[in-house]
């Protein structure tokens, strides 16, 4: 059964709040929030603060995903989160990737890390003991509405096939960048757990947000 994560930087931003209440409506899991810092990624879109606001609207789980260089100076404003929250930092972001992932433990929240594009997936091996889920990003990060690079179909695939050899399947997969419905059913087929639904599906102006998700639902089995 997969999850759903729509990604907030894809909601109507003069209209956050009646969006957020339409996801509690569809019943989604998580609630997908990229962090920017115009460095890691040439873009800058939520900030600490609007999850602060979040947090005073809604219980559905945060996924924060923190595409920011050194991610250890800044985890410290994450401390209005709680047990079932997740934070992602990318493996690329830091010279320092253990210490990195012990402040996330500190935080008494999951841990994510995320891989860009071009990062090989055994990078992740010896961090696998202190992982909740790995990031297959499926696209180069930073903007909305980009096409899915096709080979990351089978990295999916090569990351699930490492996770149950290594005895780790309980860690879980997320895919983020174009995962249109279209491109969810490859992504399921592939082993995939969490999908964050942006422009192309979740946030796609054919239907509403509560209908798009009920289709999504249908095609990640949940
Ligand atoms: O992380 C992201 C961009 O870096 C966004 O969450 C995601 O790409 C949005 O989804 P879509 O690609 O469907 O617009």
Do not use: W
Request: charged share 25%.
């Amino acid at each position: 059964m997969g999850k759903i994560a729509p990604s907030l930087m894809c909601v109507d931003l003069l209209n956050v709040e009646r969006d957020i209440k339409l996801l509690e409506e569809a019943g989604v899991d998580y609630l997908h929030v990229d962090i920017m810092d115009n460095h890691f990624v040439p873009n800058i879109t939520l900030s600490f603060d609007f999850i602060k606001s979040i947090k005073r609207i809604t219980d559905i789980p945060l996924d924060v995903h923190l595409m920011i260089n050194n991610p250890e100076e800044s985890l410290q404003y994450l401390d209005m989160l709680t047990a079932g929250d997740i934070v992602c930092i990318h493996y690329e972001s830091t010279i320092h990737i253990h210490r990195a992932i012990g402040m996330i433990k500190d935080l008494g929240v999951k841990v994510g890390l995320a891989l860009n594009p071009g990062t090989p997936i055994g990078v992740i091996e010896n961090l696998l003991p202190d992982l909740d889920m790995v990031l297959i990003m499926t696209v180069n990060p930073g903007f909305a509405g980009q096409k899915l690079i096709p080979s990351m179909l089978e990295k999916i695939e090569k990351l699930r096939a490492l996770l149950n050899e290594k005895g780790y399947s309980e860690i879980e997969i997320e895919v983020d960048g174009n995962v249109s419905f279209d491109h969810a059913k490859l992504m399921y087929e592939k082993g995939a757990d969490i999908y964050v639904g942006g422009s192309s599906s979740v946030f796609s102006k054919e239907n509403s947000i509560v209908e798009n998700c009920k289709r999504f639902r249908e095609i990640i089995g949940s």
